[in-house]
């Protein structure tokens, strides 16, 4: 079983910064959350992952809260390209574990 | 650098029919990976090796379902006989690690989309 809750769909309007929650109150201490997200007919691709502290790259930022019990991926400027399912995962980033498991995501419609 | 690459893109059959995907792994990554993703829900892990080793088949249904990574490259997936409820994208992923604490980026192919009449 998955161990994050994402609402299943969000729109934001094109040019406007894009906040995709996550709730994972049951993270463990050496866990990390990773974001991958799934455009139309492709494979998923990795956007950004972090353990406690905000974490920005070319793509995205993410913030966490400081009990760990949530995270929030922030878009900052969506254009209809970010139009995707975006899926937020809990994992050990320990020797060998190397396995994604994935939820439901969020459907992310970025409208013009 | 090019990416993983899958074949065929799409394949239609019918239930008991076989069927077979190829993968082709980054050049370089040691770790393979088939998913099964059935519409409206996410990737579900099938099967995954380390070179040509199998680390985790337990989700694998083994009695129709087998893979196999010979020479520790290219892999193939089989379904013998398929049923409808076979129908699905199957994506094969790739990454570069094993063995240190580091993150793992999986990159992942195209996917073939399987339909079962």
């Known amino acids: 079983d998955a161990k994050t809750t994402q609402p299943p769909s969000m729109d934001c309007a094109e040019g406007r910064a894009a906040n995709l929650p996550c709730n994972h109150s049951t993270i463990s201490g050496n866990e990390y959350v990773y974001w991958y997200r799934q455009i139309h007919s492709q494979g998923p691709q990795y956007i950004i992952h972090?353990?406690?502290n905000n974490e920005t790259n070319e793509m995205a930022s993410l913030i966490i809260t400081e009990d760990r019990k949530s995270s929030t991926l922030i878009l900052p400027h969506a254009t209809l390209r970010d139009t995707a399912v975006y899926y937020c995962i809990v994992k050990d980033s320990g020797a060998g574990s190397y396995q994604l498991t994935f939820g439901k995501g969020t459907k992310l419609s970025v409208i013009p | 650098e090019a990416g993983v690459a899958q074949s065929p893109r799409y394949k239609i059959i019918e239930k008991r029919q076989s069927v077979a995907f190829w993968c082709n792994p980054i050049?370089?990554?040691?770790?393979l990976y088939w998913y099964q993703q059935i519409l409206g829900q996410g990737p579900k892990l099938l099967i995954q090796f380390q070179n040509n080793g199998v680390v985790d088949d337990s989700q694998l249904p083994k009695d129709r379902f087998s893979a196999e990574r010979l020479k520790g490259v290219d892999s193939t997936l089989k379904i013998q006989p398929a049923k409808l409820e076979d129908s699905a994208v199957y994506l094969c992923?790739?990454?570069?690690?094993?063995?240190?604490?580091?993150?793992?980026?999986?990159?992942f192919g195209p996917g073939t989309r399987l339909t079962v009449l």
């Open positions: 972090g353990l406690k």
């Open positions: 992923a790739s990454t570069s690690i094993w063995g240190r604490e580091v993150y793992n980026e999986q990159f």
């Open positions: 050049s370089g990554h040691a770790t």
